[in-house]
């Protein structure tokens, strides 16, 4: 074995070994467009799960959201405040809001741009 054979033998090992670390990392913690790729923000959990109790339903169509961490941070900011409880769609672009009280568009607004994003439309659901 020459020396241009341990050079590529070593540059071959090199790649493997930076290939391998980003797909473990990525399996770990996600593909994400936002962010430095690190774990997603802890889930805000809903503490009232019945879903007979939020008799208001919104659809959000919201600009922005990408990814999972995208979905996992807009669902956090509305699930924060109490009454709320917010599912995202990433591949619809949607975030489906179920609320026990009536909500205001500019409230609306205010929460999605809190998160980052941009809220395009919102439409009550039967």
């Known amino acids: 074995m ?3 054979d341990v050079l590529i033998a070593i540059i071959l090992i090199v790649v ?3 290939a391998i670390y980003g797909t473990v990392k990525r399996i770990r913690f996600g ?4 962010g430095t ?8 959990r809903v503490k009232d799960r019945n879903k007979g109790h939020y008799p208001y339903k919104y659809v959000l ?3 922005g959201m990408h990814c999972s961490n ?15 409880w917010a599912v995202a769609d990433v591949g619809q672009k949607q975030l489906r809001l179920l ?3 009536e909500e205001k568009e ?18 009550t659901e039967r």
């Open 61 to 63: 169509t919201v600009d």
């Open 16 to 18: 493997m070994a930076m």
């Open 31 to 34: 593909s994400s467009c936002c």
């Open 2 to 4: 020459n020396v241009q």
């Open 70 to 84: 995208c979905a996992r941070r807009i669902e956090n900011t509305f699930n924060r405040t109490e009454g709320r």
């Open 37 to 44: 790729k690190e774990p997603a923000a802890k889930k805000v």
């Open 106 to 123: 500019s409230d609306l607004i205010s929460l999605t741009a809190q998160a980052g994003y941009t809220m395009i439309s919102c439409h």
């Open 99 to 101: 609320s026990k009280h």
